[in-house]
T-cell receptor, first 112, second 112 residues
Framework: DAGVIQSPRHEVTEMGQEVTLRCKPISGHDYLFWYRQTMMRGLELLIY????????DSGMPEDRFSAKMPNASFSTLKIQPSEPRDSAVYFCASSSPSGEQYFGPGTRLTVT | GESVGLHLPTLSVQEGDNSIINCAYS??????FIWYKQESGKGPQFIIDIRSNMDKRQGQRVTVLLNKTVKHLSLQIAATQPGDSAVYFC???????????FGTGTRLTVIP
């Protein structure tokens, strides 16, 4: 298995632009998680899905952030409009119901 | 509460020595705990887990100890190697909640 796949690995964009981060979970995993990691706040859970349905989005910072999971093998995290304070590494992780979470390599986002 | 900026605890050990990384968790209802290792530029990687019905669990060169009385978790690494240099996170979970809560991490540096 290739593990959790994220794209792009690096994204540099200007303030105000729309950013879309992509994730392909491990096949067979029915939980998908989006995290954000910064030096200031560490690793924060943004949202997670079970069987493609959002279960807890209380970690989503504000309305500029949205996440979707149209099918079991794909999820997106969108920021519109992006701001410099959104600069961080965004991780996607997936798991089975009783298993540990497997993390992707992350997308390093820089908003200038 | 939240800190203005995260100051990761650090631990430096000589190659070949044993390392002990500690973690205090906050939720007495947590019943599943995981240690993750994060190398520079990579996503967190699962090391070992333990459920609350156990006090100790051993893996290859790693041992996790759980003290529920004082809500303390530790990770012991035997014969530490340069490849063990990374940030180590503990994470806690309540069965059924599925989301993990991560600690701030400890940076382990192995001196050759």
């Amino acid at each position: 298995d290739a593990g959790v796949i994220q794209s792009p690995r690096h994204e540099v964009t200007e303030m105000g632009q729309e950013v879309t981060l992509r994730c392909k979970p491990i096949s067979g995993h029915d939980y998908l998680f989006w995290y954000r990691q910064t030096m200031m706040r560490g690793l924060e859970l943004l949202i997670y899905f079970n069987n493609n349905v959002p279960i807890d989005d209380s970690g989503m910072p504000e309305d500029r952030f949205s996440a979707k999971m149209p099918n079991a093998s794909f999820s997106t995290l969108k920021i519109q409009p992006s701001e410099p304070r959104d600069s961080a590494v965004y991780f996607c992780a997936s798991s089975s119901p009783s298993g540990e979470q497997y993390f992707g390599p992350g997308t390093r986002l820089t908003v200038t | 509460g939240e800190s203005v900026g995260l100051h990761l605890p650090t631990l430096s050990v000589q190659e070949g020595d044993n390392s002990i990384i500690n973690c205090a968790y906050s939720n007495s209802a947590s019943d599943y705990f995981i240690w993750y290792k994060q190398e520079s530029g990579k996503g967190p990687q699962f090391i070992i887990d333990i459920r609350s019905n156990m006090d100790k669990r051993q893996g290859q060169r790693v041992t996790v100890l759980l003290n529920k009385t004082v809500k303390h978790l530790s990770l012991q690494i035997a014969a530490t190697q340069p490849g063990d240099s990374a940030v180590y996170f503990c994470a806690e979970n309540v069965t059924g909640a599925n989301n993990l809560f991560f600690g701030t991490g400890t940076r382990l540096t192995v001196i050759p």
